[in-house]
């Protein structure tokens, strides 16, 4: 299979060349796209043959459940019952927007769409390229996103296309995401709504607006039974082909180990990357100063995988932060990426 790359204005997307990509949705076919967060590979959510396609070529398992994407907020209604009250302030506050929400799904909605469960995750993008796209298919798209699995995900067309080429039939480019990490999900089949992967949206920000989060065991570093909640959380993510060494700690002591371990690794003949908050003398093969935001250690960190993979960095070292707003769902990605961590002292 040929991949055609199609380059849409992310400001003013041209409604024709939407159109096209939005027929080959309606055909069946699956169909790459940019979203704030992250790329997508998108299907009719409701067909199950086209869906099948998506795990096929991201060779994701099949019990790794999918985001469905909707155009508008009373698209919820055909996705999901037993719809709790708090809803209606969650999609006034974060959607359109990097928040997905889970819910008992409707029996429209395929189960290899959610992955054997009986609840379906659905979010309503911000990105205009997505929003067009749904609205002319006119069918709400099932979307993972568009890397190979396992692999860090996708902030660019060409990062699609690393993985992708030859295994789907199209990538919309619409330049750089936003956000650069994957959305916040939450879970609100019970009581009180369940953190499942923090991300987009900070849980200090969903606090404010809903008041009491409870945060998954799992993302506390504990082992829990209630791992089937999200079967995505068990998976090995993000992961470039170099070794990730998280190093955590005060920010100086963190700069003078990784300053001390990029030399040591050098003399064991390894080609080592940095990635760090602030510029400091690091000895290394490539260094990228992902500061001096969260903001923008978010948008810049899966690009700098991938580009150091292409550098045939051997190690990367990673500067840890404060799971403090963007930083959980940072910290959350390094963490399943990093082979090991350790402390600056
Ligand atoms: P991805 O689209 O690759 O970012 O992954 C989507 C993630 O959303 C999955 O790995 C799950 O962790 C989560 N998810 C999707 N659907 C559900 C669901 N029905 N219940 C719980 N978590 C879900
Ligand atoms: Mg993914």
Same mark, same amino acid.
């Given at each position: ?206 606090? &404010?607006? $809903?008041? =009491? ?7 506390? +570093? #504990? ?6 909640? *999200? ?24 700069? &003078?180990? $990784?300053? =001390? ?7 064991? +003949? #390894? ?6 908050? *602030? ?67």
């Amino acid at each position: 299979m040929r991949t055609r790359i199609l380059k849409v204005n992310p400001r003013r997307p041209e409604l024709q060349k939407i159109r096209e990509a939005a027929k080959m949705i309606k055909r069946g076919s699956i169909v790459a796209f940019p979203t704030e967060t992250v790329y997508g590979l998108g299907a009719n959510a409701l067909d199950s043959k086209a869906v099948r396609k998506i795990f096929v070529a991201k060779g994701r398992p099949s019990d790794n459940p999918l985001i469905v994407h909707i155009y508008d907020k009373s698209d919820l209604a055909r996705l999901a019952v037993d719809v709790p009250k708090i809803m209606d302030r969650i999609s006034e506050k974060f959607w359109p927007g990097p928040l997905t929400v889970v819910l008992r799904k409707t029996k429209i909605v395929p189960k290899i769409t959610t992955g054997g469960l009986d609840t379906v995750a659905v979010r309503m993008p911000s990105n205009l390229i997505a929003r067009s796209l749904i609205r002319e298919a006119g069918t709400p798209i099932a979307a993972p996103s568009a890397n190979y699995f396992g692999r860090p995900s996708p902030t660019a067309a060409e990062h699609v296309l690393e993985d992708m080429n030859g295994r789907i039939g199209l990538v919309i480019d619409g330049g750089r995401t936003r956000i650069g990490i994957e959305s916040t999900v939450i879970d609100l089949t019970s009581n009180i709504p369940i953190l499942l992967r923090p991300g987009g949206v900070s849980i200090e920000q969903l606090q &404010k607006e $809903i008041g =009491r989060v409870v945060i998954h065991p799992l993302l506390r +570093g #504990k082992k829990s039974r209630a791992a089937h909640r *999200s079967p995505g959380m068990k998976y090995k993510h993000y992961t470039p082909n170099a070794q990730v060494i998280l190093v955590e700690g005060q920010s100086g002591k963190v700069r &003078k180990k $990784i300053i =001390r371990l990029a030399g040591k690794l050098k003399k064991q +003949g #390894k080609r080592v990357g940095v990635v760090c908050m *602030s510029k400091a003398r690091y000895n290394a093969h490539a260094v990228r100063v992902v500061g001096p935001s969260y903001e923008k250690f978010a948008a810049s960190l899966f690009g700098t995988f991938r580009e150091f993979d292409l550098k045939k960095i051997d190690v990367i070292l990673v500067q840890a932060i404060p799971k403090k707003g963007i930083g959980f769902g940072i910290m959350n990605r390094l963490e399943k990426a990093a082979s090991t961590k350790i402390k600056a002292d």
